[in-house]
DNA sequence: CCTTGTTGTCGAAGCGCTTCGACAAATTCT
DNA sequence: AGAATTTGTCGAAGCGCTTCGACAACAAGG
């Protein structure tokens, strides 16, 4: 192994010369600079990791947690990692990948034992158990998503309140009066998964300033559960014609379901998606979808923590504006109900879920 | 920051007593032992991971290759990064995430700065520019999947040429005599992706084998892919009655287009997959399919690397052997042919693609 | 010309831990 | 009983790096 102490020797000079131009922390000559450089290249030198972290108190590592539930859309997980290790590797850190089942002792252990220099979570809940224990780490911390109570914690994400109420007002535009959302299974929201809620409660809001008829559904990610979940949601408002999707899951099912059953898409009834735009495109009926932008989420993540790294931690709520995408799943609402409903009061304000 | 000196005098012991209680590595009386232990929870000391990692030469950190490509299957990679995480933490060890795109660069640096103590290494292709550097490197590291050349080297992975083999067994006893077969997408093959090749050529010689036609193309993950696929497959064995997919995004666009034409399964075609078990049980028809055990491929290259490290690398090859799990996708070959195929000729050897 | 800075380099003191050799004390063997 | 082990503990030497203070050498200011 090539040491330090083997360049300085090999340049001719001193270690803390070469620990110097390796960090650029002391103004050195042109000349001594190449000379050291040079030797780094020839040996092949790289700098021991523990030694560094050790005199230096830090890591260059980020941790970063993700959930481990199996009813969480992987994939969305999957782009949000790759990202924090892009932008991260961006910023010279490495990440360390922690699953939600070690809970608030993996927490406890990387930060205490000054593995990681900070940490990122995703897939945070309304009243997490971690959020404490982050505030009280001697280490900055990012969460994606939004706790109930942010104060003093640093989040990113999609601002999903508002890609619901986009959705909500993409169909009114369109003349929509009777809506329906198809929310996460059940489980994420008695958890009180923080997005899952937020877009709910944007859904509801905007429905309800709009004056349109509402109904929402958790749904289970089968063919089953989607059908189940349609049929509720056609129970609960009679003359439904718009439909938010927030379920990767559901999608494709939910446009089998309808074009088995004889429905047009969107002549007969309009679908709207929150999910990344990948996902929309790929589907026999393309689908119009306000963005979940993972990667731009995962890059002000680790923007947020390499700026609480050295400039002290700041607790922003940093929330992105959604984007909607329009394609071919959307259309006017038709003229006459589209089933054998009542089209007679077309805004009864529905009950909420 | 509590250090180790804290807890010696704490206890009122020397510093290498609190080590060799913490290692295990010379035999320490009951009574020093509980001091120890006591001021350590006191204190609630916890080891800096550098200062160890320095020390000892060892960080106690696994680097995790994952490819970050999107023609790849991210529900299955995200559940091998998760089991990889969860059987290392077993082992008292943590998992650093490297993308493919820092490609060989990445392992030279967690290697050479001795971030990490091994490399374990996802979708190796058969001719992986990574398997050199990775056997120069002075660290061992495993491979999931299987390099054209696999001497020197540790690597697990579903057999999956035994999988694609016991596919067309499946449906041969179930007399079927002519097989397609539903792969990944052209890149894939094209790259010489481990498993993907391994499972196309299980398939092939198991058709040989039996003596019954088969032809098999690439899918893109998309409606549209997969409808071209099933075309192609019967333009090239018109008689077709089963179809083999090792694709988890066909499966769905898949069973949906055979409905959509009015074909009956199994009645008209027998569908069996290649993935993950959960994924084959969410689908209209719960789909006939040989498991890919992610978590026991995931636990089983830990296990390689742990005893690598500690007992000397071996190169092994670990096939671990294919499940079948039966389900309602497959059944017995209708007696005539489903279509306005010509029965006449039912073991015409195809042509491979 | 002497002070006052600047600039570039060096030596040495840690950072917190592991581990080796030493060595009393306790135990076992002749 | 004395020699030979074994057991439990300690001191100290690193591991490879960062960083602080010191200090020549040289430039600029009065």
Known sequence: MVTIADVARHAGVSISTVSYVLSGKRSISADTERKVRDSIHDLGYQPNAGARALASSKSNVLALVVPLRSDMNLPV???????????????????????????????????????????????????DPRIDVLRRLHQPSVLIGVPEEPSGLACVDLDFAAAGGECVDHLCDLGHRSLGFIGAPT????????????????????????????????????????????????????????????????????????????????????????????????????????????????????????????????????????????????????????REANAASPDTDQARP
Chains 1, 2 share one sequence.
């Open 77 to 127: 997980l999957m782009q949000f990692a790759t990202g924090v290790v892009t932008a991260a590797r961006a910023h010279e850190h490495d990440v360390l990948l922690l699953t939600q089942d070690e809970g608030v002792a993996g927490l406890r252990r990387v930060a205490g034992t000054a593995l990681t220099d900070a940490i990122i979570v995703m897939d945070v809940e309304q009243r």
């Open 187 to 338: 489980p994420v929201y008695e958890r009180g998964t923080s997005f899952a809620r937020r877009t709910l409660a944007g859904f509801q809001s905007a429905a309800e300033r709009r004056g349109v008829a509402a109904a929402s559904v958790a749904c289970d990610p089968s063919y089953a559960g989607v059908r189940d979940a349609l049929a509720e949601l056609r129970a609960k408002t009679p003359d439904l014609t718009g439909v938010i999707v927030h379920n990767e899951d559901a999608l494709a099912p939910l446009l089998d379901i309808v074009q088995a059953e004889g429905s047009a898409i969107p002549d007969d009834l309009s679908i709207v998606a929150i999910c990344p735009d990948q996902h929309a495109q790929n589907l026999p009926v393309p689908v119009s979808a306000v963005t979940i932008p993972t990667e731009e989420i995962a890059r002000n993540a680790v923007e947020m923590v390499m700026h609480a790294l050295d400039s002290g931690m700041d607790a922003e709520v940093r929330l992105l504006s959604p984007e909607l995408h329009i394609r071919a799943s959307s259309g006017p609402a038709p003229v006459s109900a589209p």
